[in-house]
Structures are given as structure tokens and as C-alpha cells.
């Protein structure tokens, strides 16, 4: 991941991934600071969501609980046309890497799941000519891709964790003898696994991104 990372640098593409909600506590957009993400153990770019979420852990702590939370992740500067329009799709490849990262039960990109809730009006991204005499979008519901492809914007993802499962309440379980039995974890384990999950995201996005970007060299005219 890390040297996809580099190859995508020297074109001018950069992958950066954060902690967007733990449990309950969501980041405020309106509010981001992204040299927060390095400041707090939760790689949250929000000082004050950070600050909440880290009260919120404590308590989880203190109930012997665990809870999940999302990561977000944004591809900034990849060209338009990487991916391909039905096999191999953009959105569907970065799909499949995120998910398969041990304990992701959720992808999203773009709206993602708002956009079910939405309407055709609101959702489609509008085109207009920049100041470079350039298409660009007035909006980014899409997330950065349309028909299976980059459009030329900012690809934004999302990826939903769950509670980390080793918790140190009672729990109820089956033996191999198939005995109902009880079982109390014992030993140290972190409340929430998010933080250590986000150079994860952020590894899976840069090979997926870098690995399309190769294949789709030799498919453009440029």
C-alpha cells in the first residue's frame, strides 16, 4: 500500500483516509481540520468530535463494552476514465478491496445509503465549464465516479466497522461437545479497533486505485 501510495504521489494523486465516527459520534464536515487526523489517537480530523469519541470510549471501557465506527477515505487528483464501464468497475473494485478487510460489514461511496432516501433532481451531479474551460461538477453525490469510472473528482468512500467482538462481559456460546456454555474474555482489548483500521483503508484504497490507473494506461489515447 504504501508504495502504490508513492506511485500514485508522483502523478499527483493522493490518498488520504480518517476516522469519520465512533459509535454514536460523527465528525462535522463543515468543521474538518485535516492536521487534526495526527494530533489525536483517533485519527479523527475534528478536535472536538475526537475529544467526545474519546469520553465515549472510556465509558464503553468501563461497561466491559466495545462499540464501531467508520472510516472515510478520499482519492484526490485521479484522472477521468480509470476503471471500465461494466466488469471491473471503479467503485466496484474499491468495493471489493474495503471489504475485505477483517471486520467491515459496510461500503458506501459517494451518498452511499442517502442516496436511497434522495431524488433524481438532487442526486445527479450538474456539469458546468470551469475556470480552466473544463467540465466539472457542481456537485459530488456520485463520489467521484459515473458509469463504473472516474469522473475526474474527488472519490469518496466509506467504510463501517464493527464493535470489536472481544469483550469482557459474559457471553453465551456453544462447545465443540454442542454444551451451551459461558465465556468471559480475559486479558487486555481496545474498546473500539477504528484507529488501527484507517491506514488500512487507506493501503487498500492506493493499490486498487494504482493497480486500475496501470490497466487503464494502455486503453487511453493520451
Given amino acids: 500500500g504504501a508504495i502504490a501510495a508513492k506511485l500514485l504521489e508522483s502523478l499527483g494523486i493522493t490518498v488520504q483516509a480518517y476516522t ?18 495526527s494530533k489525536n489517537c ?5 478536535r472536538a468530535a475526537a475529544a467526545e469519541a474519546e469520553s465515549y470510549m472510556e ?45 467491515v460489514k459496510g461500503f ?24 480552466d474551460k473544463k467540465p466539472q461538477k457542481v456537485t459530488n453525490h456520485s ?30 456460546t456453544v462447545d465443540r461437545y454442542g454444551k451451551e456454555q459461558e465465556i468471559q474474555i480475559k486479558g487486555r482489548h481496545d474498546p473500539v479497533i477504528v484507529p488501527r483500521a484507517v491506514v488500512v483503508v487507506e493501503a487498500m484504497a492506493a493499490l486498487t ?3 486500475l490507473l496501470l490497466m487503464s494506461m494502455t486503453s487511453r489515447l493520451d
Avoid: W
Wanted: charge should be negative; proline fraction near 5%.
Fill in 143 to 172: 463520489g467521484g465516479t459515473l458509469g463504473g469510472m472516474s469522473d475526474g473528482s474527488t472519490i469518496v468512500m466509506r467504510a463501517a466497522f464493527k464493535p470489536t467482538p472481544s469483550i469482557s462481559q459474559v457471553q453465551k
Fill in 108 to 131: 458506501e461511496i459517494g451518498d452511499g445509503f442517502e442516496a436511497a432516501a434522495s431524488l433524481g433532481s438532487r442526486n445527479n451531479d450538474s456539469f458546468v465549464i470551469g475556470k
Fill in 209 to 211: 486505485a494504482a493497480d
Fill in 59 to 103: 465509558d464503553m471501557m468501563q461497561r466491559r463494552d466495545s462499540c464501531g465506527g467508520v472510516v472515510e477515505c478520499v482519492i484526490r487528483g485521479l484522472p477521468a476514465g480509470v476503471g471500465e464501464p461494466v466488469f471491473d468497475k471503479l467503485d466496484a473494485a474499491l468495493g471489493k478491496a474495503v471489504m475485505s478487510i477483517g471486520a
Fill in 20 to 37: 469519520s465516527a465512533v459509535g454514536p459520534v460523527k465528525i462535522d464536515h463543515s468543521h474538518m481540520d485535516m492536521e487534526e487526523i
Fill in 42 to 46: 483517533l485519527y479523527m480530523p475534528d
